[in-house]
């Protein structure tokens, strides 16, 4: 198997064999980013295939000394900061460094991650995207107020809400031992 630069650099001359190889390898930790973003695994899918597209087509403009986990993260959570809902006029997320925490669930072998993924689906988009944000991306309510161009305040009172919401569907819907 050719290692990541070899198959950045064949996906920068749009060599299909580099970009399936590219699309394999980091299938299961892009399509772990979009699970919690998204409203089904459908819109998961669809984000992260464009996602990919969006790599493939842009692999240039890729810096050899930043880390392609962050560049990929960043160009995934820029997709759903894009199709975020509710009027708020957002700046562009690339613009923003992301915060990597030190290991990332694998949604294929961890059942109480399959659990809160569904939970989270259940939230409406903007407080879904700020709820992933702020717990899971670990952007501060003062990087979320200016990525979406709102007070501090109200970053704050839609992650609250948000957690509400997760609490009163976790209680609804699974007993808690199963969290």
């Given at each position: ?18 970009q399936k190889l590219l699309y394999q390898m980091w299938y299961t ?151």
């Amino acid at each position: 198997m050719k290692n990541l630069k070899n198959l950045i650099q064949g996906c920068a001359i749009r060599d299909r064999t580099s970009q399936k190889l590219l699309y394999q390898m980091w299938y299961t930790f892009a399509m772990g980013i979009c699970l919690r973003y998204a409203q089904s695994a459908a819109e998961a899918a669809r984000n992260m295939n464009e996602g990919f597209f969006f790599i493939y087509d842009q692999i240039s403009m890729y810096d050899h000394s930043d880390c392609f986990e962050v560049w990929f993260k960043k160009i995934l959570i820029g997709i759903f900061i894009e199709q975020s809902r509710g009027g708020i006029k957002m700046a562009t997320a690339f613009d923003h460094d992301l915060i990597i925490p030190a290991s990332h669930p694998d949604p294929n072998n961890d059942l109480k991650y399959a659990q809160l993924i569904m939970i989270m689906q259940q939230l409406p988009q903007e407080q879904r995207t700020f709820f992933n944000m702020y717990a899971i991306d670990g952007y501060t309510y003062k990087e979320l107020s200016s990525i979406f161009r709102i007070k501090e305040a109200q970053s704050k009172m839609i992650i609250g809400i948000a957690r509400q919401k997760l609490y009163q569907i976790a209680k609804q819907g699974m007993a808690p031992e199963r969290l």
